[in-house]
């Protein structure tokens, strides 16, 4: 069923990219209303959809996905996006990124499975280091919310949030831990300081009200047509989310590194709650778009990985994924009525985007260290860190997020080829 699941995802995504229906990545929605118009040929969107997402799935998406053995969304849909567009008009060309795009998404998990066995074989096993990556993650997220308040309200307001989250978490650390009917039950103090944090957030936002005097514009109505286009597709859609939420319950894809690190360390509650979290994010810049370009993106909001995360049955998964994407799909006028009244809210999104990628960047940099650091004391840093420097120097430079777990790959293979050299000694040799 892994395999079916995947491979209906691969498929119905890129057929949704080939139809213009519905592309993964946010810098190419908005250029597809080109090429749909006809102002843009085929050969130029092709090109430019490789160039946007190929260096996304090789240097982030699979290198975040080895480090945690659960695969990042964008590894897969990111090359649907790829397969979609590069596939030519008309039935042939929509035959062809069915099958070309189920085939990408079994070999994707085929391959990740592949890659996870070779290293297993290697004289020095570093796969178990690679676990490190997402310790940081894990512990440090919390403090994103604090983040966003500092960038939206000021550095006073960020850091009350900081310390009241600490205070949730110290608090849950020594009495988070119950007693009920015979069984242990213990709070996870970084969820509770997660979700401290972000009920400050919104109180913030919530409070800021849109300026009655100033002139109003309706973005739903001005792009009523390009509306009418998503809602005639809600139903292939809605299938498509389904796919993902059902995978996301077999723990199989995860919507961002946060997310993916929490559940593949047993933390499936918490995951749900950092999905939910970025699904808020995403609502102004998903609703935005949608409206203005009538695309939208396979996984709607991404509320659905919050639905993936928190029920554990993957058919029931499927039927509630697919509502919470026609029910998205359906409310798209009233989101972006509600975010014309509340502003605060739609510059909450950017500032949760921006903050979560810098939380990132820093704990997977740190993560990268730790796993480094563990398979070769002092010559793990050094690795990490020179590349790190030196991606800064580059022309095309990796994603930030993606030094840390690329380094880390990098010192394991490192290791095995000088171990085999005779120029390097583990403490431990398999």
């Known amino acids: 069923m892994n395999y079916i699941f995947i491979a209906l995802l691969g498929a119905t995504s890129a057929l949704l990219a080939q139809r213009g229906i519905a592309v993964f990545h946010d810098g190419l929605r908005p250029i597809m209303p080109e090429y749909i118009e006809g102002r843009m040929d085929k050969k130029a969107l092709a090109a430019t959809s490789f160039a946007l997402s190929f260096g996304l799935v090789i240097?982030?998406?699979?290198?975040?996905?080895?480090?945690?053995?659960?695969?990042?969304?964008?590894?897969?849909?990111?090359?649907?996006?790829?397969?979609?567009?590069?596939?030519?008009?008309?039935?042939s060309g929509s035959l062809l990124a069915l099958v070309f795009g189920a085939l990408y998404g079994v070999g994707i998990v085929i391959g990740l499975q592949f890659v996870v066995t070779a290293f297993k074989l290697l004289p020095i096993n570093f796969l178990p280091s690679m676990g490190m990556v997402g310790t940081p993650i894990i512990v440090s997220f919390a403090a994103f919310p604090a983040l966003v308040v500092a960038l939206q309200y000021g550095i006073k307001k960020g850091i009350m949030t900081f310390v009241a989250s600490f205070m949730v978490r110290q608090w849950f650390v020594y009495y988070g831990k119950f007693n009920i009917a015979g069984a242990k039950l213990s709070i996870d103090p970084e969820g509770m300081a997660l979700l401290a944090g972000m009920i400050i957030m919104l109180?913030?936002?919530?409070?800021?009200?849109?300026?009655?005097?100033?002139?109003?514009?309706?973005?739903?109505?001005?792009?009523?047509?390009?509306?009418?286009?998503?809602?005639?597709?809600?139903?292939?859609?809605?299938?498509?989310?389904?796919?993902?939420?059902?995978?996301?319950?077999?723990?199989?894809?995860?919507?961002?590194?946060?997310?993916?690190?929490?559940?593949?360390?047993?933390?499936?509650?918490?995951?749900?709650?950092?999905?939910?979290?970025?699904?808020?994010?995403?609502?102004?810049?998903?609703?935005?778009?949608?409206?203005?370009?009538?695309?939208?993106?396979?996984?709607?909001?991404?509320?659905?990985?919050?639905?993936?995360?928190?029920?554990?049955?993957?058919?029931?998964?499927?039927?509630?994924?697919?509502?919470?994407?026609?029910?998205?799909?359906?409310?798209?006028?009233?989101?972006?009525?509600?975010?014309d009244k509340f502003p605060g809210m739609r510059k909450c999104g950017d500032n949760i985007r921006t903050s979560m990628t810098k939380v990132l960047e820093v704990a997977l940099l740190v993560g990268g260290m730790l796993a480094a650091h563990n398979m070769a004391p002092g010559l793990g840093l050094f690795v990490v860190v020179g590349i790190y420097v030196l991606n800064k120097t580059t022309k095309k430079p990796l994603v930030e997020m993606a030094v840390g777990p690329v380094g880390a790959i990098f010192t394991g293979i490192l290791i095995n080829v000088l171990y085999w050299l005779g120029l390097y000694l583990p403490p431990v040799v398999k």
């Open 59 to 91: 240097g982030f998406g699979i290198p975040v996905s080895l480090a945690a053995s659960v695969i990042l969304v964008h590894s897969i849909l990111l090359g649907t996006d790829i397969i979609g567009t590069w596939s030519p008009k008309g039935k």
């Open 203 to 339: 109180f913030f936002a919530l409070r800021e009200k849109s300026d009655p005097n100033a002139m109003q514009i309706d973005l739903a109505s001005i792009f009523s047509e390009r509306m009418k286009r998503i809602r005639k597709n809600a139903l292939v859609l809605s299938f498509t989310g389904g796919l993902a939420t059902a995978a996301t319950s077999y723990l199989m894809i995860a919507g961002d590194p946060i997310s993916l690190n929490l559940a593949a360390s047993g933390k499936t509650t918490e995951a749900a709650m950092t999905a939910f979290a970025r699904g808020l994010g995403f609502i102004p810049l998903l609703a935005t778009t949608a409206i203005t370009t009538g695309v939208y993106s396979p996984i709607g909001m991404t509320f659905i990985f919050v639905a993936g995360f928190l029920i554990k049955n993957p058919f029931i998964a499927f039927f509630v994924g697919a509502l919470i994407m026609f029910a998205e799909i359906m409310l798209l006028n009233l989101a972006a009525k509600m975010l």
